[in-house]
């Protein structure tokens, strides 16, 4: 099973890195870009905002899903639940990443909101059975 887990935590990163690269690229190629700084009057309607808050909330979720991976994997959580739930969380990501880049929408919650969710039920299941293997 651990395998598995290696490959979907290998699709998380690689999910990042490309958000990373798409951010960045899409960025410079404003006129007057400044490194590091994101226009205040962008919002949802432009490609630019939509790729850097792509990537930021990657940041904000990411690595407590790794750190909560990696906690199980040192406690020893070889489940098939296990595998299930870091694919379920890295087709999320991906599905969240596409349907943020596509759909220009203020509205709340967005078709990407539904995805946002699977991740978090993701997360759950490790810490459930991470505490389930602690208790054992």
Do not use: C
């Not at 296990?82 to 929408?105: C, D, E, K, N, P």
């Amino acid at each position: 099973m651990s395998h598995l887990v290696y490959a979907g935590v290998w699709v998380i990163l690689a999910t990042v890195m490309v958000q990373w690269f798409i951010a960045s690229g899409s960025k410079a190629k404003q006129p007057g870009a400044i490194p590091g700084k994101i226009d205040e009057r962008l919002s949802h309607q432009s490609f630019v905002f939509r790729a850097h808050r792509t990537f930021q909330n990657s940041l904000e979720n990411v690595p407590f899903f790794l750190a909560a991976v990696f906690l199980a994997v040192f406690a020893g959580v070889d489940s098939q639940w296990f595998a299930i739930s870091v694919w379920a969380f890295a087709f999320a990501r991906i599905i969240h990443m596409l349907l943020y880049y596509g759909i220009a929408t203020e509205r709340n919650p967005s078709p990407r909101s539904y995805f946002f969710m699977i991740g978090i039920i993701a997360n759950i299941v490790v810490l459930v059975q991470i505490a389930i293997k602690l208790l054992a």
